[in-house]
C-alpha cells in the first residue's frame, strides 16, 4: 500500500484532544481538534463562544502551546489559525493583558515586578492542564 501525503497546507483529518485558554492561562478548556495543517487547525468543544480571539491551544502530547486566533466560529465549531507575537491582534490582546494587570496596582514599579516575574513561568503542558481541569472537576463535585 503506498501512502500519499497532502500537499503543506493542505487540511488533515485528525481527533486529537487538546485544551485551549486565554494568553494568560487563567482558564482552560477541553476540545478536540478535528482537522489541522500546517496554517491552522479546526477545533469542536460545547463551549467555543467562551474563547477569546487570542488563544493557546495544547495538543495532548505538546510541552508548550500554540498561538492561535480564531478566525471563524459557528455553533461549536471554531476555525483557528495560527499566529506568531507579530500579528497585530495577539500584540493588542497582549497590551490589554498587560493594562489590566497594571489596574491591580497602584504603584506601576510593583506591576512591573510582578510581570516579569509572571513571565517567567513556563507555560503548562497538555499533561499538567489535564490534571489540573480534573483536580478543578472534582473539587466543583465535592462542593
Known sequence: MTVVEKPAGQPQRACLHAFAS?????FD???VIRDISYNGCTIVSSRVSDLPQVIHLTPQGFR??????IVARDGRI????????SDPVVQMAVQEMLESAAEE????????????LTNLQEPLDYNSRLERYRSLRSNKNTA
Not at 486565554?22 to 487563567?26: F, G, K, L
Not at 471554531?78 to 507575537?85: K, L
Not at 496596582?105 to 516579569?116: H, P
Request: hydrophobic fraction near 40%; proline fraction near 3%.
Open 78 to 85: 471554531a476555525a483557528v489559525r495560527f499566529v506568531g507575537e
Open 105 to 116: 496596582y497602584d504603584d506601576f514599579d510593583d506591576c512591573e515586578e510582578v510581570l516579569l
Open 64 to 69: 508548550k502551546p500554540l498561538r492561535g486566533k
Open 22 to 26: 486565554d494568553i494568560a492561562e487563567s
Open 29 to 31: 478548556l477541553k476540545c
